[in-house]
């Protein structure tokens, strides 16, 4: 064993005292491992321990791919045996691209997240488990594993690395736990128009298409005033953006408008 | 412009026809766009338009990255300007880590999952637009989308290299169409045991226990029975492994069992 796990920064976790683990099972390349760590730092996962991996460690490929996710490099635990890697964890998962024989619960990555949100809730210690990079887990891991998790991608061609397994599960770790609106309209430092600022821009606009001859047909006029409101309405126009369209149309006009209200 | 799309092959695409297309900004290294590639195909994305690549095209690295995803790569097409490259896309979004001045709508992958979904059930060509590794895409960029996409990932740490980025879209895409339950007791080619094979075992194995004076106080035994139970009852235990547990129970007690029932 080396390295130290010290207490967690909950800056880096997104205020979780004790995330996930992550271990992987014989890594083959330092690249993959490093970029692995990077992978989980971007979820809030820190703890990465490793159990035989081909290189050994200290590793400098891993430490270049880490590409700035230095502190789970730097705590990084290495095991002889799968079993002491695993043994203070409560809850274990196995990630595998194929179903087994065994008899096991399988989650997929979206399931799986707010499981270890409540598992961690709980104050149970999680870890999942990746295999070797082209060989992936033996028979003798799923049998360690309270589950599977498998991912649920095109069978017609599903060939993921190790860090892009690593990312997804810790994607859906870190989606379990954030509550960001799934669609916002984003209005930045801008803020919505009021009402009459946006019925006044109307307003003036129904006047200079009038004017400029642009309702040719007087009974389709509302439907084409009701028409153009909705172009406008629909985006969350701003009051910057009312100026915007209120001077537009003075150019276009040729700086003539006279307002009649 | 060079590659020939073609007609979609479905079997690659989850059944769909007209999946989104995946736009990379100036990508600026080959292995990058290969990895890209091979995440999309992943995820049964097959249309990748490359906006001046800055190694130009065809691109070894790229196909070596590629692993496998050949038909991307095969298909990829080359494009001087981003207008073209858009041109016959009628949905356009954008890939951003920082949310910009621009009043925008932002989804996340989450939200953006099923929003093209809905837009593909209508037919509408929709495109997703990634921009170069270090840099990101330009505000000229944003502009010509309908939305961005930022993912939610770790402020503490967010680096995420580009076929990562392309995965999570990607990942996302997929998910929204499939329809895999996020758990499932997996019993594989068992079955479960029948609630009479099971209440035998616990029959038998009460009886042994009791014979081997395991329940030293009388009145604790039916609670210890229920434990034992809730044991053995939440794991599906299948025909099989009834079986193996009466052998286990034989077994421990030396051949003894003379069964009552």
């Known amino acids: 064993m080396s390295g130290s796990p010290g207490k967690v920064d909950v800056s880096r976790t997104g205020g979780v005292e004790n995330p996930p683990v992550i271990i992987l099972i014989e890594p083959q390349l330092g690249d993959n491992i490093g970029k692995a ?12 321990r490793l159990v035989r991996p081909r290189d050994g460690w200290p590793n400098e490929k891993a430490v270049a791919n880490a590409s700035g996710a ?14 002491d890697a695993l043994a203070d964890l409560n809850r274990i998962y196995v990630t595998t691209a194929r179903t087994r024989d065994a008899v096991k619960p399988v989650f997929t990555p979206r399931g799986l997240g ?30 360690m594993a309270d589950a ?18 690593v990312l997804l599960i810790g994607y859906e770790w870190w ?16 803020f919505p128009a009021t009402r009459d600022e946006v ?13 400029s001859g642009f309702f040719r047909v007087a009974e389709k006029r509302p439907a084409m005033m009701r028409n153009i409101r909705n172009i406008f309405n629909r985006v969350g126009i701003t ?11 003075v150019a276009l006009r040729g700086g003539k408008h006279k307002p009649r209200t």
């Open 199 to 211: 019925e006044r821009m109307f307003v003036h606009m129904e006047e200079e298409l009038d004017e």
């Open 175 to 190: 989606q379990a736990g954030v509550e960001v609106p799934d669609y916002q309209m984003m209005l930045n430092d801008s």
């Open 239 to 249: 009051h910057q953006e009312v100026q915007t369209i209120r001077g537009m149309l």
């Open 70 to 83: 230095d502190i789970v490099i730097e705590n990084t635990r290495i095991f002889e045996r799968e079993e």
């Open 37 to 48: 760590a990077r992978a989980m730092l971007n979820c809030g996962l820190v703890e990465l």
């Open 148 to 165: 599977v998790v498998t991912v649920p991608l095109n069978p017609g061609f599903t060939s993921l690395n190790l860090a892009q397994a």
């Open 114 to 143: 707010p499981e270890m949100r409540a598992n961690i809730a709980r104050n149970e210690k999680v870890g999942v488990m990746f295999g070797p990079e082209r060989t992936g887990v033996r028979n003798e891991h799923v049998a």
